[in-house]
Protein backbone atom coordinates (compact mmCIF):
# COMPACT_ATOMS: atom_id res chain seq x y z
CA UNK A 1 0.00 0.00 0.00
CA UNK A 2 1.03 3.61 -1.07
CA UNK A 3 0.38 7.64 0.01
CA UNK A 4 -1.47 7.48 -3.10
CA UNK A 5 -4.26 5.77 -0.71
CA UNK A 6 -4.05 8.64 1.82
CA UNK A 7 -3.91 11.22 -1.18
CA UNK A 8 -7.49 9.95 -1.94
CA UNK A 9 -9.10 9.70 1.05
CA UNK A 10 -7.63 13.32 2.02
CA UNK A 11 -9.01 14.34 -1.75
CA UNK A 12 -12.38 12.95 -0.82
CA UNK A 13 -12.35 14.24 3.04
CA UNK A 14 -11.36 17.93 2.19
CA UNK A 15 -12.50 18.22 -1.89
CA UNK A 16 -8.88 19.02 -2.53
CA UNK A 17 -6.04 16.98 -3.48
CA UNK A 18 -2.98 17.94 -1.20
CA UNK A 19 0.21 19.91 -2.19
CA UNK A 20 2.80 17.48 -0.56
CA UNK A 21 2.84 14.67 1.65
CA UNK A 22 5.71 14.15 3.52
CA UNK A 23 6.39 11.30 5.59
CA UNK A 24 7.23 11.56 8.75
CA UNK A 25 10.31 9.94 11.14
CA UNK A 26 9.78 6.12 11.61
CA UNK A 27 8.73 5.14 15.36
CA UNK A 28 9.24 2.30 16.88
CA UNK A 29 6.44 0.32 14.98
CA UNK A 30 6.34 -0.72 11.34
CA UNK A 31 3.49 1.42 10.82
CA UNK A 32 3.96 4.62 8.53
CA UNK A 33 2.87 8.11 8.95
CA UNK A 34 2.56 11.13 6.70
CA UNK A 35 1.10 14.62 6.74
CA UNK A 36 -0.51 15.97 4.24
CA UNK A 37 -0.92 19.56 3.05
CA UNK A 38 -3.43 21.52 1.50
CA UNK A 39 -6.35 23.52 2.72
CA UNK A 40 -5.68 21.67 5.92
CA UNK A 41 -3.02 19.83 7.80
CA UNK A 42 -3.63 16.24 8.41
CA UNK A 43 -2.01 13.03 9.45
CA UNK A 44 -2.51 9.73 7.24
CA UNK A 45 -1.46 6.54 8.70
CA UNK A 46 -0.39 3.02 6.65
CA UNK A 47 -0.67 0.21 8.83
CA UNK A 48 0.49 -3.55 8.35
CA UNK A 49 -1.68 -5.05 10.18
CA UNK A 50 -5.61 -4.92 9.31
CA UNK A 51 -6.19 -6.33 13.06
CA UNK A 52 -4.37 -3.54 14.72
CA UNK A 53 -5.80 -1.06 12.55
CA UNK A 54 -9.12 -2.10 13.21
CA UNK A 55 -8.54 -1.84 17.34
CA UNK A 56 -6.85 1.76 17.03
CA UNK A 57 -9.94 2.93 15.01
CA UNK A 58 -12.58 1.33 17.54
CA UNK A 59 -10.79 2.79 20.15
CA UNK A 60 -10.16 6.29 18.69
CA UNK A 61 -14.04 6.18 17.74
CA UNK A 62 -14.74 4.81 21.39
CA UNK A 63 -12.59 7.78 23.11
CA UNK A 64 -13.58 10.09 20.94
CA UNK A 65 -17.59 9.73 22.12
CA UNK A 66 -16.29 10.04 25.60
CA UNK A 67 -14.76 13.48 24.79
CA UNK A 68 -11.39 12.12 25.60
CA UNK A 69 -8.23 13.93 24.43
CA UNK A 70 -7.35 12.11 21.22
CA UNK A 71 -6.87 12.62 17.47
CA UNK A 72 -9.99 12.40 15.44
CA UNK A 73 -10.41 9.89 12.65
CA UNK A 74 -11.72 11.80 9.74
CA UNK A 75 -11.89 8.56 6.92
CA UNK A 76 -10.72 5.72 6.42
CA UNK A 77 -10.05 3.04 3.40
CA UNK A 78 -11.89 0.38 2.12
CA UNK A 79 -9.89 -2.25 3.20
CA UNK A 80 -9.46 -0.56 6.83
CA UNK A 81 -5.24 -0.71 5.76
CA UNK A 82 -5.29 3.42 5.92
CA UNK A 83 -6.50 6.14 7.64
CA UNK A 84 -6.80 9.78 8.09
CA UNK A 85 -6.96 11.91 10.94
CA UNK A 86 -6.51 15.11 13.15
CA UNK A 87 -3.24 16.81 13.13
CA UNK A 88 -2.02 17.58 16.66
CA UNK A 89 1.36 19.54 15.98
CA UNK A 90 4.69 18.22 16.34
CA UNK A 91 5.46 18.75 20.21
CA UNK A 92 5.24 15.53 21.61
CA UNK A 93 5.60 15.38 25.37
CA UNK A 94 9.15 13.89 25.57
CA UNK A 95 10.55 16.98 23.00
CA UNK A 96 8.52 19.20 25.93
CA UNK A 97 10.46 17.92 28.93
CA UNK A 98 13.59 18.20 27.15
CA UNK A 99 15.45 20.17 29.33
CA UNK A 100 14.66 18.33 32.32
CA UNK A 101 15.51 14.73 30.71
CA UNK A 102 18.70 15.72 29.87
CA UNK A 103 19.46 17.78 33.00
CA UNK A 104 16.84 15.70 35.74
CA UNK A 105 16.10 19.20 36.79
CA UNK A 106 12.49 19.62 35.39
CA UNK A 107 11.47 23.34 35.21
CA UNK A 108 7.70 24.74 36.20
CA UNK A 109 6.36 24.37 32.69
CA UNK A 110 7.71 20.84 32.35
CA UNK A 111 6.12 19.73 35.48
CA UNK A 112 3.08 21.73 34.89
CA UNK A 113 2.66 19.51 31.57
CA UNK A 114 3.86 16.51 33.56
CA UNK A 115 0.84 16.56 36.16
CA UNK A 116 -1.80 17.42 33.80
CA UNK A 117 -0.77 14.43 31.97
CA UNK A 118 -1.01 11.81 34.74
CA UNK A 119 -4.11 13.97 35.83
CA UNK A 120 -5.95 13.02 32.72
CA UNK A 121 -4.38 9.31 32.78
CA UNK A 122 -7.39 7.90 35.18
CA UNK A 123 -10.11 9.55 33.41
CA UNK A 124 -8.89 7.51 30.27
CA UNK A 125 -8.35 4.19 32.53
CA UNK A 126 -11.49 4.45 33.77
CA UNK A 127 -13.74 6.46 31.99
CA UNK A 128 -12.73 5.15 28.65
CA UNK A 129 -12.83 1.53 29.88
CA UNK A 130 -16.97 2.18 30.55
CA UNK A 131 -18.69 0.50 27.14
CA UNK A 132 -15.56 -0.66 25.78
CA UNK A 133 -15.82 -3.81 23.92
CA UNK A 134 -12.66 -5.05 25.15
CA UNK A 135 -13.32 -8.00 22.17
CA UNK A 136 -12.05 -5.70 19.72
CA UNK A 137 -8.49 -5.27 21.63
CA UNK A 138 -5.57 -6.72 19.57
CA UNK A 139 -3.46 -9.17 19.90
CA UNK A 140 -5.30 -10.13 23.33
CA UNK A 141 -8.61 -8.42 25.09
CA UNK A 142 -6.67 -8.35 29.08
CA UNK A 143 -3.59 -8.58 30.35
CA UNK A 144 -3.76 -12.23 31.72
CA UNK A 145 -0.61 -14.69 32.67
CA UNK A 146 0.12 -15.91 29.12
CA UNK A 147 0.07 -12.51 28.12
CA UNK A 148 2.55 -11.46 31.19
CA UNK A 149 4.83 -14.81 30.55
CA UNK A 150 5.26 -13.61 26.84
CA UNK A 151 6.74 -10.65 28.26
CA UNK A 152 8.82 -11.96 30.62
CA UNK A 153 10.41 -14.58 27.85
CA UNK A 154 10.49 -11.82 25.55
CA UNK A 155 12.90 -10.32 28.22
CA UNK A 156 14.47 -13.76 28.56
CA UNK A 157 15.18 -14.57 24.85
CA UNK A 158 15.67 -11.27 23.04
CA UNK A 159 17.38 -9.42 25.97
CA UNK A 160 19.06 -11.96 29.17
CA UNK A 161 20.53 -14.33 26.44
CA UNK A 162 21.90 -11.68 23.98
CA UNK A 163 24.52 -10.45 26.59
CA UNK A 164 25.78 -14.02 27.54
CA UNK A 165 24.93 -14.43 30.97
CA UNK A 166 24.85 -17.62 32.08
CA UNK A 167 21.82 -18.10 34.43
CA UNK A 168 19.38 -21.42 35.58
CA UNK A 169 16.09 -21.11 33.42
CA UNK A 170 14.53 -23.65 35.85
CA UNK A 171 14.63 -21.33 38.41
CA UNK A 172 14.25 -18.38 36.53
CA UNK A 173 10.62 -19.49 34.95
CA UNK A 174 9.35 -20.38 38.64
CA UNK A 175 9.79 -16.49 39.42
CA UNK A 176 8.34 -15.81 36.48
CA UNK A 177 5.58 -17.32 37.42
CA UNK A 178 5.36 -16.09 41.09
CA UNK A 179 5.68 -12.55 39.48
CA UNK A 180 2.60 -12.91 37.11
CA UNK A 181 0.38 -14.21 40.23
CA UNK A 182 1.45 -10.81 42.29
CA UNK A 183 0.89 -8.61 39.16
CA UNK A 184 -2.76 -10.39 38.60
CA UNK A 185 -3.86 -10.21 42.16
CA UNK A 186 -5.64 -7.10 42.13
CA UNK A 187 -6.89 -6.66 38.53
CA UNK A 188 -9.38 -3.57 37.32
CA UNK A 189 -11.63 -3.44 34.98
CA UNK A 190 -9.84 -0.63 33.39
CA UNK A 191 -8.23 0.24 30.09
CA UNK A 192 -4.58 -0.49 30.27
CA UNK A 193 -3.00 2.17 27.47
CA UNK A 194 0.29 -0.73 27.53
CA UNK A 195 2.73 2.06 25.67
CA UNK A 196 2.11 5.33 28.13
CA UNK A 197 4.87 6.83 28.14
CA UNK A 198 6.05 10.34 26.86
CA UNK A 199 6.46 10.16 23.20
CA UNK A 200 2.75 9.06 22.88
CA UNK A 201 1.57 12.10 24.37
CA UNK A 202 1.19 15.44 22.17
CA UNK A 203 0.94 19.04 23.42
CA UNK A 204 -0.88 21.29 21.58
CA UNK A 205 -2.35 24.21 23.00
CA UNK A 206 -0.66 23.45 26.19
CA UNK A 207 -2.89 20.94 26.55
CA UNK A 208 -2.22 16.44 26.51
CA UNK A 209 -3.59 14.98 23.62
CA UNK A 210 -3.18 10.58 23.24
CA UNK A 211 -2.05 8.88 20.38
CA UNK A 212 -0.96 5.24 19.37
CA UNK A 213 -3.10 3.33 21.87
CA UNK A 214 -4.09 0.57 19.58
CA UNK A 215 -1.76 -2.08 21.83
CA UNK A 216 -4.51 -0.97 24.61
CA UNK A 217 -6.24 -3.66 26.54
CA UNK A 218 -8.33 -4.42 29.64
CA UNK A 219 -5.74 -4.73 32.75
CA UNK A 220 -4.56 -3.25 35.97
CA UNK A 221 -3.89 0.85 35.96
CA UNK A 222 -0.67 0.13 38.02
CA UNK A 223 0.91 -1.00 34.37
CA UNK A 224 0.43 2.55 32.67
CA UNK A 225 2.10 4.84 35.70
CA UNK A 226 5.12 2.62 35.38
CA UNK A 227 5.78 2.76 32.13
CA UNK A 228 5.42 6.88 31.94
CA UNK A 229 7.13 7.49 35.22
CA UNK A 230 10.19 4.88 34.87
CA UNK A 231 10.32 5.39 30.51
CA UNK A 232 13.89 5.07 29.93
CA UNK A 233 15.03 7.99 28.91
CA UNK A 234 11.94 9.95 30.33
CA UNK A 235 15.13 9.84 32.52
CA UNK A 236 12.65 11.40 35.55
CA UNK A 237 14.52 11.36 38.89
CA UNK A 238 12.78 9.25 42.24
CA UNK A 239 11.88 12.65 43.93
CA UNK A 240 10.13 14.55 40.51
CA UNK A 241 8.57 11.08 40.77
CA UNK A 242 7.01 10.85 43.94
CA UNK A 243 5.32 14.72 43.45
CA UNK A 244 4.04 13.28 39.84
CA UNK A 245 2.77 9.52 41.64
CA UNK A 246 0.75 12.42 44.30
CA UNK A 247 -0.89 13.98 41.80
CA UNK A 248 -1.75 10.67 39.51
CA UNK A 249 -2.99 9.11 43.02
CA UNK A 250 -5.13 12.58 43.59
CA UNK A 251 -6.80 12.12 40.22
CA UNK A 252 -7.47 8.22 41.15
CA UNK A 253 -9.36 8.74 43.63
CA UNK A 254 -12.10 10.21 42.20
CA UNK A 255 -12.39 6.50 40.40
CA UNK A 256 -11.48 4.22 43.40
CA UNK A 257 -10.60 4.25 46.81
CA UNK A 258 -7.22 3.02 47.31
CA UNK A 259 -4.70 3.29 50.75
CA UNK A 260 -1.35 4.55 49.82
CA UNK A 261 1.08 1.72 51.05
CA UNK A 262 -0.98 -0.82 49.00
CA UNK A 263 -0.74 1.21 45.73
CA UNK A 264 3.21 1.62 46.27
CA UNK A 265 3.79 -2.12 46.98
CA UNK A 266 1.80 -3.18 44.05
CA UNK A 267 3.30 -0.84 41.76
CA UNK A 268 6.69 -1.53 42.57
CA UNK A 269 5.86 -4.93 41.16
CA UNK A 270 4.87 -3.50 37.97
CA UNK A 271 7.69 -1.11 37.51
CA UNK A 272 9.62 -4.49 37.44
CA UNK A 273 7.69 -6.26 34.94
CA UNK A 274 7.65 -2.79 32.63
CA UNK A 275 11.52 -2.86 32.81
CA UNK A 276 12.53 -6.23 31.76
CA UNK A 277 9.89 -5.65 28.82
CA UNK A 278 10.95 -2.34 28.02
CA UNK A 279 14.40 -4.18 28.07
CA UNK A 280 13.50 -7.24 25.77
CA UNK A 281 12.04 -4.65 23.56
CA UNK A 282 14.99 -2.61 22.99
CA UNK A 283 17.30 -6.27 22.70
CA UNK A 284 14.78 -7.25 19.81
CA UNK A 285 14.85 -3.67 17.86
CA UNK A 286 18.55 -2.97 18.36
CA UNK A 287 20.45 -6.25 18.85
CA UNK A 288 18.06 -8.06 15.75
CA UNK A 289 16.95 -5.53 13.87
CA UNK A 290 20.11 -3.29 14.23
CA UNK A 291 17.90 -0.27 15.40
CA UNK A 292 20.58 2.02 17.04
CA UNK A 293 18.37 4.51 19.16
CA UNK A 294 16.77 1.40 20.96
CA UNK A 295 20.77 0.47 21.51
CA UNK A 296 21.28 3.54 22.85
CA UNK A 297 18.54 3.31 25.29
CA UNK A 298 19.79 0.16 27.17
CA UNK A 299 21.90 2.06 30.07
CA UNK A 300 18.79 3.65 30.95
CA UNK A 301 16.79 1.18 31.51
CA UNK A 302 19.41 -0.31 33.24
CA UNK A 303 19.78 2.57 35.78
CA UNK A 304 16.37 2.59 36.61
CA UNK A 305 16.71 -1.03 37.47
CA UNK A 306 19.94 -0.46 39.48
CA UNK A 307 17.72 1.87 41.28
CA UNK A 308 14.91 -0.50 41.75
CA UNK A 309 17.07 -3.17 42.99
CA UNK A 310 18.56 -1.25 45.71
CA UNK A 311 15.54 -2.39 47.92
CA UNK A 312 15.86 -6.43 47.14
CA UNK A 313 12.44 -8.04 45.63
CA UNK A 314 12.53 -10.88 48.28
CA UNK A 315 9.52 -12.54 46.71
CA UNK A 316 11.31 -13.35 43.72
CA UNK A 317 15.02 -14.46 44.99
CA UNK A 318 16.50 -16.35 41.87
CA UNK A 319 15.34 -13.28 39.49
CA UNK A 320 16.56 -10.65 42.50
CA UNK A 321 19.77 -12.22 41.97
CA UNK A 322 20.72 -12.80 38.82
CA UNK A 323 19.20 -9.10 37.79
CA UNK A 324 21.87 -8.06 40.29
CA UNK A 325 24.42 -10.19 38.03
CA UNK A 326 23.12 -8.59 34.84
CA UNK A 327 23.39 -5.18 35.77
CA UNK A 328 27.28 -5.33 37.11
CA UNK A 329 28.34 -7.14 33.64
CA UNK A 330 31.36 -5.20 32.50
CA UNK A 331 29.25 -4.16 29.37
CA UNK A 332 27.13 -2.38 31.02
CA UNK A 333 28.64 -0.79 34.00
CA UNK A 334 31.67 0.75 31.35
CA UNK A 335 28.99 1.89 29.22
CA UNK A 336 27.20 3.61 32.21
CA UNK A 337 30.48 4.85 33.30
CA UNK A 338 31.37 6.62 30.08
CA UNK A 339 28.30 8.52 29.94
CA UNK A 340 28.77 10.18 32.99
CA UNK A 341 30.16 13.56 33.27
CA UNK A 342 32.79 14.58 35.94
CA UNK A 343 33.46 18.04 36.93
CA UNK A 344 36.80 18.55 38.65
CA UNK A 345 36.80 22.00 40.70
CA UNK A 346 40.30 23.33 41.93
CA UNK A 347 41.69 26.19 43.89
CA UNK A 348 45.33 26.80 43.18
CA UNK A 349 47.98 29.69 43.51
CA UNK A 350 49.03 31.36 40.57
CA UNK A 351 52.56 31.70 42.14
CA UNK A 352 52.95 28.29 41.40
CA UNK A 353 51.26 27.96 37.74
CA UNK A 354 47.77 27.12 36.58
CA UNK A 355 46.76 23.72 36.81
CA UNK A 356 47.38 20.92 34.24
CA UNK A 357 44.06 18.89 33.00
CA UNK A 358 45.08 15.02 33.62
CA UNK A 359 41.50 14.23 32.01
CA UNK A 360 43.32 14.41 28.37
CA UNK A 361 40.45 17.01 27.90
CA UNK A 362 43.31 20.33 27.58
CA UNK A 363 41.55 22.37 30.30
CA UNK A 364 38.53 24.04 30.89
CA UNK A 365 37.45 27.25 32.93
CA UNK A 366 40.41 29.43 34.75
CA UNK A 367 38.66 32.31 36.79
CA UNK A 368 40.89 34.83 38.58
CA UNK A 369 40.07 35.93 41.80
CA UNK A 370 42.61 38.55 42.35
CA UNK A 371 40.58 41.78 41.77
CA UNK A 372 38.51 40.78 44.86
CA UNK A 373 39.41 41.97 48.45
CA UNK A 374 42.30 40.09 49.80
CA UNK A 375 41.36 39.18 53.59
CA UNK A 376 45.31 37.93 53.24
CA UNK A 377 46.69 41.42 53.39
CA UNK A 378 45.77 41.23 57.30
CA UNK A 379 47.35 39.52 59.72
CA UNK A 380 44.32 38.26 61.24
CA UNK A 381 43.15 35.88 58.54
CA UNK A 382 46.46 34.38 57.49
CA UNK A 383 46.01 31.49 59.82
CA UNK A 384 42.80 30.76 57.72
CA UNK A 385 41.57 29.88 54.91
CA UNK A 386 38.44 30.38 52.83
CA UNK A 387 36.28 27.32 54.31
CA UNK A 388 36.50 29.19 57.79
CA UNK A 389 34.12 31.24 59.00
CA UNK A 390 35.64 34.54 60.04
CA UNK A 391 36.99 34.37 55.99
CA UNK A 392 33.51 33.29 54.66
CA UNK A 393 32.37 36.76 56.39
CA UNK A 394 34.53 38.97 55.21
CA UNK A 395 34.46 37.97 51.57
CA UNK A 396 30.81 37.98 52.09
CA UNK A 397 30.33 41.14 53.89
CA UNK A 398 32.43 42.67 51.21
CA UNK A 399 29.93 41.23 48.15
CA UNK A 400 32.64 41.38 45.74
CA UNK A 401 32.94 37.69 45.80
CA UNK A 402 29.15 37.02 45.57
CA UNK A 403 28.88 39.26 42.14
CA UNK A 404 31.85 37.65 40.76
CA UNK A 405 30.74 34.52 41.33
CA UNK A 406 27.14 34.89 40.26
CA UNK A 407 28.95 35.52 36.81
CA UNK A 408 30.81 32.41 36.82
CA UNK A 409 27.76 30.14 37.39
CA UNK A 410 25.80 31.14 34.87
CA UNK A 411 28.90 30.58 32.53
CA UNK A 412 29.84 27.22 34.06
CA UNK A 413 25.82 26.03 34.35
CA UNK A 414 25.44 26.96 30.30
CA UNK A 415 28.59 24.31 29.71
CA UNK A 416 27.42 21.74 32.30
CA UNK A 417 24.34 21.43 30.19
CA UNK A 418 25.79 21.08 26.80
CA UNK A 419 28.31 18.65 28.28
CA UNK A 420 25.73 16.78 29.86
CA UNK A 421 23.73 16.75 26.41
CA UNK A 422 26.39 16.01 24.20
CA UNK A 423 27.71 13.17 26.55
CA UNK A 424 31.08 14.73 26.93
CA UNK A 425 32.73 13.04 30.32
CA UNK A 426 35.41 15.68 31.97
CA UNK A 427 35.20 19.28 32.82
CA UNK A 428 37.98 21.49 34.56
CA UNK A 429 36.68 24.79 36.34
CA UNK A 430 39.79 25.99 38.24
CA UNK A 431 39.97 29.24 40.59
CA UNK A 432 43.24 31.03 41.18
CA UNK A 433 44.47 33.88 43.65
CA UNK A 434 47.80 34.62 45.12
CA UNK A 435 48.45 32.16 47.81
CA UNK A 436 45.90 29.58 46.47
CA UNK A 437 44.29 29.93 50.34
CA UNK A 438 41.24 32.22 50.79
CA UNK A 439 39.80 33.65 48.14
CA UNK A 440 40.11 30.90 45.22
CA UNK A 441 39.55 28.45 48.24
CA UNK A 442 36.30 30.24 48.64
CA UNK A 443 35.38 30.07 45.47
CA UNK A 444 35.61 26.82 44.12
CA UNK A 445 33.80 25.19 47.10
CA UNK A 446 31.08 27.05 46.77
CA UNK A 447 31.21 26.18 43.00
CA UNK A 448 31.64 22.20 43.57
CA UNK A 449 28.32 22.90 45.66
CA UNK A 450 26.62 24.74 43.06
CA UNK A 451 27.02 22.34 40.71
CA UNK A 452 26.85 19.33 42.81
CA UNK A 453 23.52 20.48 44.08
CA UNK A 454 21.91 21.84 40.49
CA UNK A 455 23.15 18.99 38.25
CA UNK A 456 23.57 15.99 40.73
CA UNK A 457 26.79 15.29 38.61
CA UNK A 458 30.20 13.91 40.05
CA UNK A 459 32.37 16.50 41.48
CA UNK A 460 36.08 16.23 42.76
CA UNK A 461 37.18 19.05 44.40
CA UNK A 462 40.57 20.11 44.74
CA UNK A 463 42.33 22.65 47.11
CA UNK A 464 45.75 22.40 45.83
CA UNK A 465 47.56 24.14 47.89
CA UNK A 466 45.76 23.08 51.44
CA UNK A 467 46.69 19.56 49.89
CA UNK A 468 42.55 19.30 50.65
CA UNK A 469 39.93 16.91 48.08
CA UNK A 470 37.01 15.73 47.94
CA UNK A 471 34.84 13.87 46.21
CA UNK A 472 30.94 14.82 45.69
CA UNK A 473 29.20 11.81 44.23
CA UNK A 474 25.67 12.12 42.34
CA UNK A 475 22.85 11.39 44.83
CA UNK A 476 20.09 9.45 43.86
CA UNK A 477 17.06 11.65 43.55
Known amino acids: MNKEVLAKLY ?191 MIKNDEPYFIDFQGGRKGPFYYDVASFLWQAKANIPESTR ?52 FIQSVPYALENLRELLETPFTEFPYLNEMLNRLINLKQFTSELQKQALTVKVMSFSYKKGIPNDASGNGGGFVFDCRAINNPGKYDRYKPFTGLDECVIKYLEDDGGILEFLDHAYALVDSSVQRYIERGFTNLMVCFGCTGGRHRSVYSAQHMAEHIHKKWNVRVELVHREQNIEEHLRPKRN
Open 11 to 201: TDFTGQEPTEIIELPASGSNRRYFRLLGNKSIIGALGTCKEENEAFLYMASHFHKKGLPVPKVYAVSSDNMAYIQEDLGDLALFKAIEKGRLTRVFGEEEMHLLVKTLQMLPKIQFEGANGMDFSKCYPVPELDKRSILWDLNYFKYCFLKATGMEFSEPQLEDDFEKMANCLLKNNTNTFLYRDFQSRNV
Open 242 to 293: QELLKEYIKALRQYINIKDDEFYAQLRIFVLFRTLQVLGAYGFRGYFEKKPY
